[in-house]
């Protein structure tokens, strides 16, 4: 059985728009068969990395020197063979989901190798990770705002060796409500981030297509913008 677990670093915690998108992605997961999970990265109380000697690496292999929250998540990252990161677009991200990232160094060995011009390292033994995909939500108009996350998430991929499955993108997330209701697009590109937790079980991967309905606009950017401005504004 395929094993998702999935991290979500907002800061609204299981309330806001990064957890529906994250859900939906979720229960396409386990229509297709998978076994889920999902951390919430404020609940941990997490520490910051402090070890800039690699400690993890070269003194203790494969064991954070820091006591906290993550050492319940560690065995079930090691157990898991699909990794989601859900976060919502910050500078670049919230920082506890940093803290998370940084502290993912344990699941890493030592053995570089150099491919592409980049140094690599590779996932210890005994740990199932095998491919990683994000979730993530902003509030400004276009996609192409959470680039530094989907750059973050294909790299840390990258440097583990493992695959990028993909980036379900919800751009202005804002606007996929109305009176507190959600409006027929936002049901919509929910629909579609269903279907691309059901192709990441499925095919290891998530198509374009699909990842494209996730994203597809609700509104056009200048009403969008007028609204950010009128708030500004206070009308």
């Known amino acids: 059985m395929v094993r998702v677990l999935a991290v979500n670093g907002s800061p609204r915690r299981a309330k806001g728009n990064t957890a529906l998108v994250l859900r939906s992605l979720l229960e396409g997961a386990e229509a297709a068969g998978a076994e889920t999970e999902t951390v919430i990265v404020d609940e941990l109380e997490l520490k ?15 064991e954070c020197c820091i006591r906290d929250g993550m050492d319940a998540v560690y ?5 898991a063979d699909t990794l989601v990161l859900a976060s919502p677009v910050y500078v670049p991200l919230p920082g506890r989901m940093q803290d998370f990232l940084n502290r993912v160094c344990p699941l890493m060995e030592p053995r570089l190798e150099f491919h592409d011009g980049r140094t690599r390292a590779r996932v210890r033994p005994g740990v199932a990770l ?6 993530t939500t902003g509030d400004w108009w276009e996609r192409e705002n959470s680039a530094r ?6 790299e840390l991929a990258e440097v583990m060796n493992i695959g990028f499955a993909g980036a379900a993108i919800r751009p202005h997330a804002l606007a996929m409500w109305k009176d507190k209701q959600l409006t027929p697009g936002a049901v919509e590109a929910l629909a579609a981030a269903k279907r691309a937790g059901t192709e990441l079980v499925r095919d290891g991967t998530m198509s374009e297509e699909t990842l494209a309905a996730v994203s597809r606009p609700l509104v056009p950017e200048e009403t969008l913008r007028g609204m950010y401005n009128n708030w500004l504004r206070g009308d």
Not at 48 to 62: K, L
Not at 75 to 79: E, N, S, T, W
């Open 149 to 154: 996350l989907v750059g973050i998430a294909r």
């Open 75 to 79: 065995p079930r990252l090691r157990a």
């Open 48 to 62: 910051p990395c402090t070890c800039g000697a690699m400690r993890c690496w070269y003194g203790t292999p494969g």
């Open 130 to 135: 095998r491919r990683i995909a994000l979730v």
